[in-house]
C-alpha cells in the first residue's frame, strides 16, 4: 500500500497537465481530534494544497466543534483562516466560516450520508473562484464499514451552488467526484487517500480538476480512570498492630 501511495503522488503530474483546461491539485492535511464534554467533538488541523506543478497554492488553520449525540444526525461549525498565493507568490489572509449538518443511515454494513454546508466570509466579500469561496454545498456519500476491517471505501459527489451576486452568481457552478480508502491504523491514528474528479462551469473560468488528497488524524483520547479498590480490600491492605 505504501508503494501504490508513492507511485500515486509521482505520476499524476502525466495527467494533470494534458491540457489548458485541466487543473491538478494534491492536499495535505494533518489533524488532531478528541471527545470533549456533552457529545461534543473538537477538531484542530493544517490543510495545505499545491498545484500541478508543485507550488503552495491554499494554506489553512481549521479549528470545528461537532456536535455527536445523535446517530443520524450531527451538526458542526468550523473556523479557517486561509492565506491564498497566487502565480507571482504573492499571498492573502481572509476568513471562512463553514455551518454543517451531516445525515446519516445505516442498512447492516452500508453507511449513507448527506452533508449539508454553508460556507461564508468573515469581514470580506472578495471571491478567488476557488471552492473556499461563499457556497451552499451538498455531498450525498456512502462506505461500505465492513466488521472487522481495517480499510472503508466510500464515494460521493458533491455539488457547488454560487449565492453571490453578479453575472455567474446565484446557480450550480461546481460538481466534483470523490474515491476515498479510510485506513484504520494502529493505536489511534487514521489515514485518509482520496482521489477527486471535479468540473467547473457557470463561471468565467470553466474548467476540469484532478485532486489527489492525502488526510492523517490522530484520535486523542481521555486517559483512563483507575479503579478504585473496594473498602473490604482497602482494609485487607492495612496491617494492624497486635
Known sequence: ??????????????????????????????????DLKHNLEANLNTNLRLNNYGQLATLYQEASLKYSKFSWFRPSIEYRLVTNYDERRNYENSHRLN?????????????????????MYIGGYATTGGDLD?????????????????????????????????????????????????FDLPGANEIGLTYYYGQKFNAKNNYNEHILSLEYTYEWKKAKKKKKKDDDELEEDIEYPK
Open 99 to 119: 455551518f454543517n449538518a451531516d445525515f446519516r443511515h445505516k442498512v447492516q454494513q452500508i453507511k449513507f450520508g448527506a452533508r449539508l454546508r454553508y460556507q
Open 1 to 34: 500500500m505504501r508503494s501504490f501511495i508513492i507511485a500515486a503522488l509521482f505520476l499524476a503530474p502525466c495527467f494533470l497537465a494534458w491540457n489548458q483546461s485541466t487543473r491538478g491539485q494534491y492536499w495535505f492535511s494533518a489533524g488532531v481530534k478528541r
Open 134 to 182: 461563499p457556497s451552499f454545498r451538498v455531498k450525498p456519500h456512502v462506505e461500505w464499514a465492513k466488521p472487522k476491517s481495517k480499510i472503508t471505501p466510500e464515494v460521493s459527489v458533491e455539488f457547488f451552488y454560487n449565492p453571490n451576486n453578479g453575472p455567474f452568481g446565484h446557480t450550480w457552478n461546481r460538481v466534483r467526484y470523490g474515491a476515498t480508502l479510510n
